[in-house]
């Protein structure tokens, strides 16, 4: 056991530099990263596409992150936006280094978005700095309610949280008000959103709000 957590921390600290040098090219490029993160079926990658219908196209791209295939940067390239798959294969998580190569393959330009789509997962990505300037955490109704305390790293570490699939509320389980409630409990900073990237409710807000943050962000750079 206290080797594991060696290995764990040298991997972390690795990590760590590599973030640090992905932040410091985001600030002098003045490109506004956001880690997109959440469980296989949230809808992460629906929602990007809708992201990207609303804003201009040519000025987001995407890191996809996916253990295996590049079904989702084809989807997000048939969107309008330039995309490259990083597969991790075994791997659960996307790490700052395989961000850094990401970054490499595709041409932006100061002021764009670069969205980095995390592997379908709850627990690894929380762990990992890629660097970005915002984390999000996308949801939705039919995980249940009682996934921020289930997986509290993953729900602190965000700046904003999205139910997405909100058209689904009529017709699962779902106590919005207690859903709201463990999240405040476990990150009471978080921004809480709601979407349906199917429907196109609560889309105005997202946009909204990843304009503000960005304009913030240029304003520092």
Known sequence: MHTTIEVNDRLLGVNTESARHNREHFIARKLFAINLMGTPGAGKTALLEATIRAWSPSAIAV???????????????????????V?????????????????????????????IENVGNLVCPALFD??????????????????????????????IVV??????????????????????????????????????SGLDSWIAEIAVRRADFLAEA
Request: aromatic letters at 6%.
């Open 163 to 200: 139910l997405n699939k909100c058209d689904l509320l009529p017709h699962v389980p779902f106590e919005i008000e207690q859903w709201n409630e463990f999240v405040m409990a476990v990150n009471p900073r978080a921004k809480i959103l709601k979407t349906s990237a199917l429907d196109g």
């Open 63 to 85: 890191v996809e992150g996916d253990q295996a295939t590049e079904r989702d940067s084809a989807r997000i390239r048939r969107a309008g936006a330039a995309a490259f798959q």
């Open 130 to 159: 890629l660097g970005e300037q915002l984390k999000v955490v996308v949801t939705s109704p039919a995980e249940g309610v009682d996934k921020p305390l289930k997986y509290p790293p993953m729900f602190r570490a965000a700046d």
């Open 87 to 115: 597969e991790t294969g075994l791997g659960c998580h996307l790490d700052a280094n395989q961000v850094h190569g990401a970054l490499h393959h595709l041409e932006l330009a100061a002021g764009d978005l670069v969205f």
